[in-house]
Every structure is written in C-alpha cells, then in structure tokens.
C-alpha cells in the first residue's frame, strides 16, 4: 500500500486582500522611511484601550528562553548523529530542533487539524508530503505541511540533517496503517476510519526553497504559511542601527511571538531582558504581555521567520500611546 498514493490536492491560488492597509495607509504621514510592517491587517481606526499585563511579568520556564542559539544546541549533541532538543514549549506551540543520522527517516506521520513548518538547518532531505510529487530539499528549505497530510522526511545525505519544527502545543501525531505507531504514556492508538481534508490555499505551499527564491533573488517580505491557528512569516529587512531601549515595540495581550533567524542577524528587546543578538538557526521568543521589539541588524539583509498563533483572525498589537 502506498501511502502518498491519493489524488494530487490542488492548490487554490486565491487573491490576498489586506483591504484596512489602504485605509489605514492613506490616513498616515510617510512611512517609506521605516521598516517593514510586521503586522497583520487591522479592522476599524485605532483605539485607546486598558490591556492587562500581568505582574510580575510572563516567566520563562524551561526549555523557553528569550535566545536559544544553535551553536549551544549542536555543543550538547556533540558526538550524536540523532536526537530531538526542545526549544520552544507555549500555549501555542511546540517546537524543536531534531537531528536525522544519514539514512534515517522519520516514521510516516500527521497532525489531525493541524499544521506543520519546518526550516533546514543543515543537510539534505527527501520530503514525501500526501498528494504532493517527491522533493529533494536541503540547507535553507522551508516546508508547510498542510492540516492532516501525512508527511515523511528522509535523510540522503552523507552527514546528519538538522530542521527546526514547529507544530501545536499538546498534538500528538497519529500514522497510516502501514507504519508503526510511537507509543506515548498515557495513550493507546486505535485502529479508526478517517477522511482527509488538508490542501493547500494562497499563501501555502509545500516548500520553498529560501536560498534561491527570496536571497538569490533579494525578494522581500511575504507570507510563507497561514491558517486559523499557525502562521509563518518571512520578514526580510536590510540591517539598521540598534535602536534605542526607549523604542519599547509592542506586545500582545495573550500570544507569543517566536523569531527564528534564517539569514543574517537579528536583534531583539523584550522588556525585562537585555538586547540580544541572534545569528542564523538562533531562536528567539517573546513571551506573551511582553513589550518586544526586533530588527535586522548589520550591512546586508537579514531575515526572520515569524512564527505567530491567530494570525489570519487579526491580533490585537498592543502599542505605547
């Protein structure tokens, strides 16, 4: 039995309209100076509002930290060809470097309702995604794999394959009959009926490759994968100075934002903490309530992929007066 087997699913190229940009644009002085929006479109004008910020403020608590750097992930597995290192666990998500030793795949898996991104690090990878033709993928790839699409990745090369991935906090992957299950405490996988319903609608897709489409090209900020509860957003920007500490960002009333490097530097303030610095495969997080702030830092450009809940609902961005 194939597993991968189905009828192609078709992308849906629909039309992405931010109609309250232009509404809000024509109502602003010039802004062509500044750096890229970050933001999502907002509905309505803007509002004076009381938010709760909760005291003392969110903490973070293992394995969260404000900047978690790859170097020092790759030092703890030194010697190791596979292994699996948390580095984000919020409300929202979960997400986690994981290292594949040459010739090892992972096992044939899916999120029920949910979504999966994941960025390479290092190494070379053949992706098999349900409905989707084989892809050989390495250093610098972006994947979106769609809610419910059975998925399986395979290391080709000669040297372990290192990913970052991300997916919803507390899901447990479910398989196709043909592979065998990962036990997990607590839980007793039944043999059940489904129907699939994962596709993939503008602006997902199955994969991208971020060196050629978007450096080679010096494209610009876009969205990468977006659906009621996860979304990933390429924000490319060239380097500027350091702002100053004054420039507190914003933060949001009941959501993290998780910045992982993938080209450049990138600074960041989150309030409570010191400035930090993070290079490319470095992790960034702003725990919920916190003011943040992030930039492209240096000469050249510099990209961060931001990784957001309830995106594509439209966040409240809570500002300074």
């Known amino acids: 039995m194939n597993i991968f087997a189905r009828q192609p699913i078709h992308v849906r190229r629909a039309r992405h309209r931010y109609p309250a ?3 809000i644009l024509c109502c602003l002085a010039d802004l062509s100076a500044a ?20 005291v003392p403020e969110t903490p973070y608590v293992a394995p969260n930290k404000p900047l978690t750097r790859i170097q020092d992930i790759l030092a703890t597995h030194a010697g190791e060809k596979s ?19 040459p010739g090892e795949a992972t096992k044939a898996m899916f999120f029920s309702e949910e979504r999966v991104v994941i ?57 196709p009959v043909t592979e065998n299950p990962e036990p997990i405490d607590g839980y007793s996988y039944v043999k059940v009926r489904m ?11 199955p994969v991208l490759d ?17 659906d009621g509860h996860t979304s990933a957003h390429i924000i490319r920007e ?29 600074e960041a303030k989150i309030s409570g903490e010191p400035l930090v610095s993070g290079g490319v495969g470095d992790v960034i997080l702003a725990a919920k309530s916190r003011w943040h702030r992030a930039s492209a830092a240096g000469p050249g450009m ?15 961005v809570m500002q300074e007066p």
């Open 210 to 226: 971020f060196n050629r489409d978007v450096v080679a090209k010096n494209a610009g900020s876009r969205d990468f994968a977006m």
């Open 302 to 316: 510099s990209t961060r992929l931001a990784l957001m809940p309830r995106y594509k609902e439209g966040l409240a």
């Open 238 to 266: 060239r380097g500027i100075a350091t702002p100053p500490d004054s420039e507190k960002g914003h933060f949001h009333a009941n959501l993290p934002e998780i910045w992982l490097v993938i080209e450049g530097r990138i």
């Open 21 to 23: 940009i232009a509404v």
């Open 83 to 101: 292994w699996i290192q948390p580095v984000v666990r919020t409300d929202a998500f979960a997400g986690d470097y994981i290292s594949l030793a």
């Open 119 to 175: 960025w390479v690090y290092k190494g070379k990878l053949d992706v098999e995604i349900e409905g989707q033709p084989k892809t050989v993928i390495s250093d610098g790839y972006l994947i979106d794999v769609a809610p419910t699409l059975i998925h399986k990745l395979t290391n080709t090369g000669q040297e372990s394959a290192i990913y970052f991935r991300l997916t919803s906090a507390g899901q447990k992957p479910s398989y």
């Open 195 to 205: 129907s699939p319903y994962g596709k993939y609608e503008a602006p997902n897709q």
């Open 35 to 54: 750096p890229v929006a970050a933001e999502p479109p907002r509905g309505g004008p803007e509002r004076l509002v009381w938010s709760p910020v909760p």
